[in-house]
């Protein structure tokens, strides 16, 4: 069985930066593609940032773009996100999912999703 467990999560100021980490665990998932998802409060779930099966291309869309950074770590088990925001924002729930691909992914091509972890930049 899948599990993605995120951790990290936290209040970070203005200016400042905050790291979210992805645990992967009860499977490999060397093939698929991982991704953020991010949902504000009335907002639908949006991927804010995406990493083919071996690394090698990253996905941002375009309101985080040059602010945060995915990779992969220890050897695939892990994906992180490194976040910096120059504004003040919302609260938001970060979920860690795998999907088969990594490009604009909508919220219907996820097969696994962690359970979420909450981030919030004050200002």
């Known amino acids: 069985q899948v599990q993605l467990v995120e951790s990290g999560g936290g209040l970070v100021q203005t200016g400042g930066s905050l790291k979210l980490s992805c645990a992967i665990s009860?499977?490999?998932?060397?093939?698929?593609?991982m991704a953020w998802f991010r949902q504000s409060p009335g907002k639908e779930r949006e991927c804010v940032a995406a990493?083919?099966?071996?690394?090698?291309?990253?996905y941002n869309t375009d309101t985080v773009k040059g602010r945060f950074t995915i990779s992969r770590e220890n050897h695939g088990t892990s994906i992180d996100l490194q976040m910096s925001s120059r504004t003040p924002q919302s609260p938001a729930i970060y979920s860690c999912t795998a999907a088969q691909s990594y490009m604009r992914l909508t919220a219907n091509d996820v097969e696994f999703w962690g359970q979420g972890t909450q981030g919030t930049v004050s200002s």
């Open positions: 009860g499977h490999t998932l060397i093939s698929y593609g």
């Open positions: 990493i083919s099966w071996n690394g090698g291309r990253t």
